[in-house]
């Protein structure tokens, strides 16, 4: 899929960043995390109190629980992908540190994702297409021209974050990841109402709590550069 692919983290300086383990181990650890977040999704969900607990019935292809790990899962690797882009167009740690953490964050969470639809036996692509799963009215975030789902950025507006620099990039990738988070947020929120997996609506309603918690303070980053969420 163009655009979705995470260039594999080099040995580009990153930057002294307090209490941070060194800068190559700190963005190889987002791998590590992933594929440890697949063995918890599995392990977490193969084990169920038992035959009649209602919460053991495998997902379908069409439910809300489907439909949100798979679109889901799409929207976590742009996220990770602008987080590799910009570490290498800023030295700002502050920038760099926000990056790493939702690179982090996301990585593991679209590895459970990932690992759920693995141990359900439901394929990771819809032949319907991506948000079939959303009922109507439940996203406040509209599409733009070229971008898969809401609040994700398109091919150009990738490659214009991969030619800036400094400031410039900085304010790009603030401004993009502010819009990514926005679609995800209606995303998660609906799973969080809808979806039947018990584990998956918690994971869906973190992501809604964090997330909110990230817009501030992308919020902040832009006013301090003088800008702010498009």
């Not at 060194?22 to 969900?45: H, M």
Request: net charge negative.
């Amino acid at each position: 899929m163009t655009g979705l692919t995470a260039t594999a983290p080099d040995e580009t300086d990153l930057g002294d960043v307090p209490d941070r383990k060194p800068a190559l181990t700190r963005w190889l650890v987002i791998g590590a995390a992933a594929l440890v977040a697949i063995v918890l999704a599995l392990s977490l969900l193969a084990v169920t109190d038992n035959g009649n607990n209602k919460s053991a019935a495998v997902p379908t292809a069409d439910s809300a629980d489907a439909g949100f790990a798979r679109d889901m899962a799409v929207h976590h690797q742009q996220a990770v992908e602008m987080a590799y882009i910009v570490r290498d167009r800023t030295t700002d740690e502050d920038v760099r540190r926000l990056a790493y953490d939702i690179a982090q964050t996301q990585a593991n969470q679209r590895g459970m994702l990932l690992g759920w639809l693995s141990l359900w036996n439901l394929p990771v692509t819809s032949p319907d297409g991506y948000m079939t799963w959303m009922p109507m009215g439940h996203m406040s975030h509209q599409m733009k021209d070229g971008s898969l789902m809401p609040g994700m950025a398109t091919n150009t507006e990738l490659n214009q974050l991969g030619k800036l620099n400094g400031k410039q990039a900085e304010i790009l990738y603030l401004q993009l990841m502010y819009d990514h988070h926005m679609g995800g947020i209606d995303m998660a929120r609906t799973c969080a109402e809808q979806c039947a997996v018990p584990q998956e609506k918690k994971l869906a309603q973190g992501m809604v709590d964090a997330q909110q918690s990230e817009m501030k303070v992308m919020a902040d980053l832009l006013r301090e550069r003088g800008s702010a969420p498009r």
